[in-house]
């Protein structure tokens, strides 16, 4: 840079705005940007002193295990919308890479058919991403058809039967719900493991940046050199990873797969993102948000349960929370405008 | 017909609204005559466009009162500001795109039998304003077909249709060219004759000057003083507007070298309103490039950047030919574009001010994969001293700044490149006075440097006194080139070519 000479004004001294009343918006920032922590501590007190349950080192296991599911598919949907475009596949992605996963193990070993679920994972998103970044159309609609074709592949692959891995594998296929470090399941060390580095990826990367500014302003994020096309594949790729470990959670629990597996659970990991606070409209948020949002829809699960609630309710509670969430986030936006 | 009912005499007192704790408007006490013209002046952030959104009904003051004809009222919404007449014409725009012209005109209000719409009888309305205002708009027209001048004719026709006595126009003039300016200054001129009431925000003094009956300046959110326009000139306002005195004068480039090479040429460019542009631009040396609206200026831009492909011609840096040219390899060349909306192609609205900074040029300052944001910081912090933006906080969003330390951070973000060639598309639009002085002697400075400058603008006098030479387009083809110090008649005229002299 030789443009050293270039200060013809004055210093910068005069801030554009007094600085009086900063500390209020910095505030009205801070509510913003973690009333949805507030809101899963405030949830998880009431449970604490409402039930003996709660606080029991058993329960808390079994909800964050049951969290990881949900969390998973949150975090690749989170990576999603941040870049700008949904992922309606990520169940059906589940399926098909669990599937896939099972059927090569049957010829191999557990380990191999694990690798090949995720590899399977990752090729579908990147299959999903094609099909979204070439043909053009608007992602939510690429990908609610794409979907429909997976789900018909799992059931072509399967005949529509439930598959299973040989009986001398049956044991170690189930190695994700075995205990783990401080007790927790296998599969929850996996959830952190991988949520912690979507995390650090989206927060720390260029690759970060480049998502956030895609999502943001598709145009503006071109016109600065970035291939908008390879951040959007690479979004799906990574949903599509984060789908197949959901599906071998899922299938190590009930130690089969089926092409009927996690039906409409790509909704759930939409909401879970938008509950944490992603803005629909790409390029804010972040992938904590969208697990704590897991989190929080997990947590209303087992409350219910543990209240001895009537659990045809749940639903009803969970559509309010979705719209409760929503509508807060975009109050606190209008009035920090 | 539309204008049957006289204008109120609006009275503003002690309005003032803060957003987050900043406030942006204060205590300000204002008159405004029926049928006068008022201008509102101020740099950017001095509260010009809240003032007039709260006279607009879209934002709510904080506390003060709003009197029409002395009667207290309170504009909750934009619709209780219309029932009074008022309407608000804003710098985006409000028009919904798909419809026609003669839909958007008569919005929500078309004449309808039975849910069923008549639309003759609209018709019928409409060419009484057609007459009324003298415009040249085809009702059948889709609006986003239409160049952004004649979108701004609907939104007119719009607030007529709907019986305004008040107009309340933020910068009007800045998305017009020469031609369609002199037009709507002379519309609002006949407009007040007939008793409308104008409110003019514009950062163009020479033309509230020429128009207004009284001019308010503003400054930090503050009224400075209402005058009479008359006893108003640029500099007397400048000096009300920034408080001191300010050199309004253009920076002077300076001479490029007899030696300095071709940096930049292209040859036969084309693509929709582009129909053939050649051009060659040296180091050191600014081209300003000129024209109407839809001669194809900014077009040329993009195909130079690779923003869009050229159906045809080569672009050559160095001497050496770009193909399959994006605008990655257009940067890979040394390449930097700074467009013509901030808000659709340059800034990510949503995310800070370093990260926007940062963006163009990330690749140069990571370890891995992962930002060093040390290394971030200081580079931002640099290039922000050396463009002069002023933000509170580096990492507070880059919509929370004003349009003029916006358009710094488009500059910065791109010297972080260091870029050898500059492409620039309305370098100072919605840019007030100070920072539009900064951006010129920036741009002059880095082609002191040796950067070779392609410039657009709508702005003749900004062109002739910034380039070395401007060229001329005219239906997406060079028609003439003019050195430094022709006469700002002479590229009118090449603009207009033999339809028409300006007026």
């Known amino acids: ?337 | 017909m539309t204008t049957a009912t006289k204008a109120p005499g609006i009275s503003v007192r002690g309005v003032g609204k803060s957003y987050s704790g900043v406030s942006v408007l204060r205590d300000v006490d204002l008159g405004i005559a029926p049928g006068e013209v008022h201008g509102l002046v101020g740099e950017n952030g001095a509260g010009k466009s809240t003032l007039l959104k709260i006279l607009g009904g879209v934002v709510r003051a904080d506390h003060g009162t709003l009197t029409f004809d002395g009667e207290q009222v309170t504009f909750a919404r934009p619709r209780d500001a219309i029932a009074q007449g008022v309407s608000l014409i804003s710098q985006e725009g409000a028009l919904v795109p798909a419809l026609t012209v003669l839909e958007n005109v008569f919005l929500g209000r078309w004449t309808q039998t039975a849910g069923v719409r008549r639309a003759a009888h609209d018709r019928k309305r409409f060419d009484e304003l057609i007459e009324l205002t003298g415009f040249q708009v085809d009702p059948r027209s889709r609006v986003d077909l239409l160049p952004t001048g004649v979108q701004q004719q609907v939104e007119i026709l719009r607030s007529l249709a709907r019986g305004a006595r008040v107009l309340a126009m933020d910068e009007p003039t800045a998305v017009l060219s020469e031609h369609e300016k002199d037009n709507l200054i002379a519309l609002i001129r006949r407009l007040a004759d007939g008793g409308t009431t104008i409110l003019l925000v514009s950062h163009f003094l020479d033309e509230v000057l020429g128009v207004a009956d009284r001019i308010t300046v503003l400054r930090d959110g503050a009224l400075v003083a209402t005058e009479d326009a008359a006893t108003q000139t640029p500099r007397s306002l400048v000096r009300q507007m920034v408080g001191r005195e300010i050199d309004m004068l253009y920076s002077t480039p300076d001479p490029v070298p007899d030696d300095a090479p071709t940096v930049l040429s292209a040859r036969g460019l084309r693509r929709g309103p582009v129909q053939g542009v050649d051009l060659d631009v040296r180091a050191g040396e600014i081209l300003g490039l000129g024209g109407l609206v839809g001669s194809g200026r900014s077009e040329t831009l993009r195909l130079l950047f690779g923003a869009d492909h050229a159906t045809a011609g080569t672009v050559q840096v160095d001497g050496a030919t770009l193909t399959r040219l994006s605008p990655r390899r257009a940067m890979a060349a040394g390449i930097a574009f700074v467009p013509e909306s901030r808000k659709e192609q340059g800034l990510v609205m949503a995310r800070s001010v370093s990260e926007n900074v940062a963006l163009s040029s990330l690749p140069r300052r990571r370890t891995g994969p992962v930002v060093r944001r040390t290394a971030e910081r200081t580079a931002v912090d640099t290039v922000s001293r050396l463009v002069d933006i002023r933000a509170a906080a580096k990492d507070a969003p880059i919509e929370t700044l004003s349009g003029g330390n916006q358009q710094k951070a488009l500059f910065a973000k791109w010297l972080l490149c260091s870029p050898r060639i500059l492409l620039v598309d309305e370098p100072t639009r919605g840019v007030d006075i100070a920072a539009k002085s900064h951006i010129h002697h920036l741009i002059t400075e880095l082609a002191r440097d040796g950067m070779a400058v392609v410039c657009v603008s709508s702005e003749i006098d900004e062109l002739l006194a910034l380039s070395h030479r401007v060229l001329v387009l005219r239906h997406g083809r060079p028609v003439g080139e003019f050195p430094r110090g022709t006469a700002k008649e002479v590229v009118i005229a090449a603009a207009f070519g033999d339809e028409g002299e300006p007026t």
């Open chain 1, 1 to 337: 840079m030789t443009v050293d000479a270039a200060t013809p004004a004055e210093p910068s001294t005069q801030s554009p705005h007094p600085a009086t009343g900063s500390t209020g918006s910095r505030r009205a920032i801070r509510i913003r940007d973690y009333g949805i922590l507030v809101a899963l501590i405030a949830i998880v007190i009431a449970l604490s002193v409402s039930t003996d349950t709660f606080l029991t080192r058993s329960n808390l296991i079994n909800l964050l295990d049951q969290c990881t599911v949900v969390g998973l598919l949150a975090a690749g949907a989170t990576v999603c919308i941040l870049s700008g475009v949904f992922d309606l596949t990520s169940s059906a992605t589940l399926a098909v890479s669990a599937i896939v996963g099972v059927e090569i193990m049957r010829l191999t070993n557990v380990p191999v058919g694990f690798g090949a679920a995720v590899a399977a994972g990752a090729v579908l998103g990147f299959v999903t991403g094609m099909i979204v970044v070439r043909s053009g159309i608007n992602s939510f609609i690429a990908t609610l058809a794409t979907s429909i074709i997976y789900r018909g592949v799992a059931v072509v692959v399967t005949a529509g039967a439930i598959v299973y891995p040989l009986e001398t594998q049956t044991e170690n296929f189930g190695a994700l719900t075995w205990p783990s470090v401080f007790g927790l399941t296998s599969a929850t060390v996996m959830f952190v493991a991988v949520v912690v580095a979507i995390g650090l990826l989206i927060s720390t990367t260029t690759f970060g940046r480049r998502v956030y500014a895609v999502g943001g302003n598709l145009e503006a994020a071109r016109l600065s050199g970035i291939r908008v096309g390879s951040v959007h594949v690479a979004a799906y790729v990574i949903s599509g990873v984060c789908s197949a470990l959901a599906g071998l959670i899922l299938a190590s629990r009930a130690g089969s797969g089926q092409s009927t597996m996690a039906t409409g659970a790509e909704l759930t990991a939409i909401a879970a993102a938008v509950i944490g606070g992603t803005s629909i409209l790409g390029g804010e948020g972040a992938i904590w948000r969208g697990v704590v949002g897991a989190f929080l829809l997990t947590l209303i699960g087992n409350g219910f349960n543990l209240l001895g609630w009537d659990t045809i309710y749940q639903q009803v509670l969970q559509g309010c929370l979705i719209l409760f969430a929503v509508t807060t986030d975009r109050w606190l936006r209008r009035r920090s405008r």
